[in-house]
């Protein structure tokens, strides 16, 4: 019987009288690659923090493999996660391995210095996103795609079983995308990772991944790729046009007379 990594029953959560997130019930399999696609606004990286245990639903309930997000917390080894945002200055003059060692200090405890071992793991860990050479430089001096490999390079540094990554190719070009979506397929092999991804490019994530939740405020597709217009219509709100370039589903547009 598979191991179940995400485990959603019946979530709905309200900020002020709107609806965010309703009757939200889905499981992920341990070791699968799921994107959540929808819409802006459609309560993508608020079913993330829910699932990171950041934001308490108002019913409802979360077990990431079998425990409540909340125990989870500060532990590692569990769950690594990639913001839409993770440097708020880019220009912030910080190493690359300085950043990586961030993501360690949540296990350190209250004053207690990045040891020996830490660094080791930071090391590894740039080595394996292709870094290495990168370690004492300036993050600010990277690339975006050179960046963003660095962050997942951090969010894996609590070692975690779980990676949950909010938009991380938003800023990149197609062929970083498709590099890095390599690196993810890589990285999730070798250290045996379920990973969930948020994006909005129906094209890219419909290539690369193994399940796609289509999520508006609730969950209209649950299922392997290509997602068909059916569930698009009802997931974007409009009717859309599916266009394909070769064997991959590249935008969705509305439908119009000409």
């Known amino acids: 019987m598979a191991t179940i990594a995400v485990s959603i029953q019946n979530v709905s959560l309200s900020y002020r009288d709107e609806v965010v997130l309703e009757d939200i019930s889905v499981e992920i399999t341990a070791g699968s690659f799921v994107g959540i696609l929808g819409p802006n606004g459609a309560g993508k990286s608020t079913l993330l923090k829910v699932i990171l245990g950041l934001i308490r639903p ?10 409540k997000p909340k125990k989870l917390r500060g532990k590692g080894q569990i769950i690594g996660y990639l913001p839409q945002r993770p440097l708020t200055n880019p220009h912030f003059p910080i190493s690359v391995l300085d950043v990586v060692l961030m993501g360690r200090y949540g296990l350190l405890g209250i004053g207690r ?3 020996q071992r830490d660094r080791e793991i ?21 690339s975006g795609g050179e960046q963003q490999r660095v962050f997942i390079a951090r969010a894996l540094s609590v070692e975690p079983r779980l990676l949950i990554m909010d938009e991380p190719t938003i800023s990149l070009d197609a062929c970083a995308q498709d590099e890095l979506y390599d690196l ?46 059916l569930g698009l219509e009802k997931t974007f709100g ?21």
């Open 58 to 67: 108002n019913v409802g309930e979360v077990l990431i493999f079998g425990q």
């Open 113 to 115: 210095r990045p040891s």
């Open 122 to 142: 930071a090391l590894r860990l740039l080595a394996q996103v292709g870094m290495a050479a990168h370690a004492h430089n300036i993050i600010g001096a990277l």
């Open 184 to 229: 993810i397929h890589q990285l999730q092999e070798q250290m045996d990772l379920t990973v969930i991804m948020v994006s909005h490019d129906i094209g890219a994530i419909s290539r690369h991944v193994g399940d796609i939740i289509c999520l508006n405020r609730r969950i209209y597709v649950h299922q392997a790729p290509p997602i068909g217009r």
């Open 238 to 258: 409009c009717s859309v046009e599916y266009l394909f370039h070769g064997e991959i589903p590249h935008r969705v547009v509305r439908i119009h007379d000409v």
